[in-house]
């Protein structure tokens, strides 16, 4: 009984925040209305049943491009700079522009939707999509220049709700996120985090940004050199993940399978990049 006990707190304040109404920047946002109901990010698994049906395909195509594929056959190339990884043309491609292994200039045009990260005639970049089942928007932030000088608004945080899971892509972050960029994003499940540490950000203010969003499965990307990847696993230990090491690029991921703590996953590239 003592061990159920966090369980059904946990179940209860999740039908609790289905049952208040929801602010309305958050009326579309199921990742957003539960992380205003509950202390953490920690999603308990509700239902022993076969949830197949639910799962959604992450890919690691390579660099920051990861292909994301809905159970309703949906599919998405994030970071997409010309390739999307074996398959079908992706449904939808994000795009930033920090550097250009991050976009490409001249997208398929038979690609339905382009969501670029930043807004080419200045301003921030909005983004509130529904494709398919699947919800995606945009958090912008800020990025650094050649030069030392900021460009306001240059990278998009982008997060996909997607069989009541929320997936983040934190594209080429280069700051420390402010508490209202931590609310807009709202709960995160999955995030892929870029650990190069230095072209984005070094590891200690890349695990601050980790420890902030509290995702169950964190998955390393924009990694050049296994000492990076080694060095940051050895980080994210330290804060309490468990460390886990895939041998095949593709994983399926639903909300009954979350680990129980916080995991850093890590995919081999699909491609060489």
């Excluded at 390579?62 to 074996?86: C, L, M, V």
């Excluded at 070094?202 to 969003?213: F, K």
């Excluded at 468990?242 to 909300?255: F, G, N, Q, Y």
Aim: charged share 15%; hydrophobic share 45%.
């Amino acid at each position: 009984m003592p061990m159920l006990a966090p369980r059904l707190a946990a179940l209860l304040a999740l039908a609790a925040a289905f049952a208040l109404p929801a602010p309305a920047h958050a009326q579309m946002s199921n990742c957003q209305a539960i992380a205003q109901r509950l202390p953490g990010s920690l999603v308990v698994p509700v239902s022993t049943r076969d949830t197949s049906k639910f799962e959604v395909e992450i890919t690691y195509v390579g660099h920051a491009t990861f292909r994301i594929t809905a159970p309703d056959g949906i599919t998405i190339a994030t970071d997409y700079s010309g390739f999307a990884g074996a398959g079908d043309l992706p449904d939808v491609v994000t795009m930033n522009h920090a550097h250009i292994t991050h976009w490409t200039p001249s997208p398929n045009p038979d690609i339905t939707h382009v969501l670029r990260g930043w807004n080419p005639e200045g301003g921030k970049a909005e983004h509130l999509l529904m494709v398919g089942e699947t919800l995606i928007r945009n958090v912008p932030t800020d990025i650094r220049r050649w030069g030392g000088t900021f460009e306001e608004h240059g990278n998009s945080i982008f997060i996909f709700e997607i069989a009541g899971l929320c997936i983040g892509h934190l594209g080429h972050l280069h700051q420390n996120l402010s508490d209202a960029q931590v609310a807009e994003i709202g709960r995160l499940d999955v995030v892929f985090v870029p650990i190069d540490g230095g072209f984005t950000m070094a590891h200690s203010e890349m695990m601050d940004v980790l420890d902030r969003l509290r995702a169950s499965i964190a998955i390393p990307m924009h990694w050049f050199a296994q000492q990076n990847l080694l060095a940051f696993a050895s980080r994210t230990r330290e804060h309490g993940f468990a460390i886990e090491v895939k041998t095949d690029p593709t994983i399926r991921v639903s909300l009954n399978s979350l680990p129980r703590e916080p995991t850093l996953t890590v995919l081999p590239r699909q491609s060489p990049f």
